[in-house]
Every structure is written in structure tokens, then in C-alpha cells.
């Protein structure tokens, strides 16, 4: 494969086009093909080949300028490796950013092109990026426009949403792989002291997570990252009942989710008192026994790295007893 004629459209793109794109208003429609997880072999002097979602396409082997479209599956976990992108996408919502999981201190520096459902391609155009990182349930239709700024990789989320298998995908697309692989066993290695610090508690103890938001109740699902963090301490805890199952559920019946340990995750940053004052809630026994805890949908919100190791913070701080 000629490399050079490869990278041509990236860096020699005439200055009339550009101001042209950044108006360009074309939806491109694509016929889906499977995501492979694992990177090509087929390599030239300055670009590899890695497979995606929608088939091929050749990469910087050392990309300088990155940026990243979700904060949560895309940011976090190439900051784990290491790597600080130029870029970045995060949410909006009435007016507040967020970017769950992360800190300020960790996105200083990364210029915020905008909210990851309508990124703005002209930031992204002036940031000169050799390498964008794209989710497919937000930029699957503007992924044509992408690719005419830089090469660009759309990784696709799935409903099982496991955080290490997307991890180490986005670790391969670096060629780091065995940073990857420290970064999680330093995660084991806190999920065991934590084990070791609750004892036969581990054993005793049952949890449950519910979220309120946008004044709807749900639970976890299996998908869910607290769960998968559950699910590695060998933690009992209620999720939905299915993968397809969303999780939401009336206050009538939250009787469901009446656990040892309760966490509340607080999307509408509604004051404590609003939820044990409801006469439903207050009956459940984790609230009785002041086991219910208001956590930081920032915070319990990641979906990388380092947000899950935000969430470990938390639950060194609760699930002991006598917390």
C-alpha cells in the first residue's frame, strides 16, 4: 500500500476546501460490517491498517494529535495509557459539561470540541488532528465528514458494555497493549484489597445500585460498570433482570432493591431528603440501618479506567462496615 498516497488527503486538502466543510451538512449512510477487536498486521512506513465497524481504515502508527468523542468510552481509557489527546468531546446538558469519570485536573489542557452527540467539525478541523477516535451510537452519521479531516476509528459500544474489553481494544489502536494489561492488574490488585479488608462481610453483604434521572428510577444492569466491579469482588447485587431489560422501574416497586447496602446515584442532584423522606424508600432497610449512600453520578458515571478506579475510591469508603 502507497502510504504516501495513503495520508495525501489529510495533509494536502486546499484551503477552499476546508472552508467548505465547515459548512458541509451530508449524512452518510454506511452498511455495517463486525467490529474486529484485533489490529491487522498490514503496516507501511507511516500508517498500519486496523479493522472497525465500518471496515478499514490506516492509522498513524504514532498519532500526535489525537481526539477523542465520548468522555467515557473513548477519553478515559487513552488517558489511562499514558497518552493526552487534543481534543475532546463531552457532554452537555442544560448548559453544564460533564465528563463522567474523569477530573478536571485530568482533561486540563484538552480543548472541548463540543458535545459528543453534535461534535463541532470546525474545532475539530482547526486542532490539525492526524487521529480521531469516534463512537458509533453518536458520530455513526457524520463519520464521512470525519474522515475527510483525518483518519478516523469508529468504535462501536455494545450493550454489555464492558469496560476492559474496551479498554484493550483502545489500547491496541496505540500498540499498548502490555500498559493496557498493568493498568488492570493494578485495578485486581485493589478489587483483593478489598476483599481482604470486608472479610466474611463479603459473603454476608448484598448491594444495590439505583439511579434517578431525569425524574426516572433504574437500577443496574448487567452492563452496568458498577456491576462489572461487583461482579469482580464476587459481590452479591441486584441488577435488571435482563441485558434488554433497561433497568427502569416505578417507585412502587422499588421494594425490589431492598438490600444490605443501598447506593443512589443522583442524576437530578436532588437533595438527600428528597429520597429518604419518600415513605417507600424510607422503609428499606439500608436506609433504617444508614447504609444508603448519595454518590456522584460524575464520578459513577465513568466507564474507563480511571473512572472505575474513582468508583473503587467510594467503595473503600462505604462497603466497610461501621462506614
Known amino acids: ?153 469508529l468504535v462501536q459500544y455494545n450493550r454489555k458494555n464492558l469496560f476492559k474489553e474496551n479498554f484493550r481494544y483502545i489500547a491496541q489502536l496505540f500498540g499498548q497493549e502490555k500498559k493496557a494489561e498493568e493498568v488492570l492488574t493494578q485495578y485486581q490488585n485493589r478489587i483483593e484489597k478489598l476483599k481482604e479488608r470486608l472479610g466474611k462481610q463479603l459473603q454476608e453483604i448484598e448491594i444495590s445500585v439505583i439511579f434517578y434521572y431525569h425524574g426516572v428510577f433504574s437500577t443496574a444492569t448487567t452492563g452496568s460498570t458498577c456491576s462489572q466491579i461487583f461482579a469482580d469482588m464476587g459481590l452479591r447485587h441486584k441488577t435488571a433482570t435482563s441485558l434488554s431489560d433497561s433497568g427502569t422501574f416505578s417507585i412502587e416497586a422499588i421494594s425490589k432493591y431492598d438490600t444490605d447496602i443501598l447506593f443512589i446515584y443522583n442524576g437530578d442532584n436532588k437533595p438527600s431528603s428528597f429520597y429518604v423522606q419518600n415513605p417507600l424508600i424510607a422503609l428499606l432497610k439500608a436506609v433504617q440501618n444508614k447504609r444508603a449512600y448519595m454518590v456522584d453520578p460524575t464520578i459513577w458515571g465513568g466507564n474507563g479506567p480511571l473512572g472505575v478506579n474513582k468508583i473503587l475510591d467510594d467503595l473503600f469508603k462505604y462497603l466497610p462496615k461501621g462506614a
Do not use: W
Open 1 to 153: 500500500m502507497n502510504s504516501v498516497m495513503m495520508n495525501q488527503p489529510y495533509r494536502l486538502i486546499k484551503p477552499f476546501l476546508l472552508m467548505a466543510f465547515s459548512f458541509l451538512l451530508i449524512t452518510a449512510c454506511y452498511t455495517p460490517v463486525t467490529q474486529k477487536t484485533d489490529i491487522s498486521l498490514a503496516t507501511s512506513s507511516e500508517c498500519r491498517v486496523v479493522q472497525h465497524k465500518l471496515g478499514e481504515i490506516c492509522i498513524p502508527i504514532r498519532p500526535q494529535r489525537i481526539i477523542t468523542l465520548n468522555p467515557r468510552y473513548l477519553t478515559d481509557p487513552v488517558l489511562a495509557l499514558g497518552i493526552k489527546p487534543v481534543g475532546m468531546a463531552t457532554y452537555n446538558e442544560l448548559g453544564i459539561t460533564s465528563f463522567p469519570g474523569l477530573s478536571a485536573d485530568e482533561v486540563a489542557g484538552i480543548e472541548n470540541v463540543g458535545d459528543a452527540s453534535q461534535p463541532s467539525l470546525e474545532k475539530i478541523l482547526l486542532l490539525k488532528p492526524d487521529l480521531i477516535l469516534a463512537l458509533d451510537i453518536y458520530q455513526e452519521t457524520i463519520y464521512k465528514q470525519l474522515t475527510a479531516i483525518a483518519p478516523t476509528v
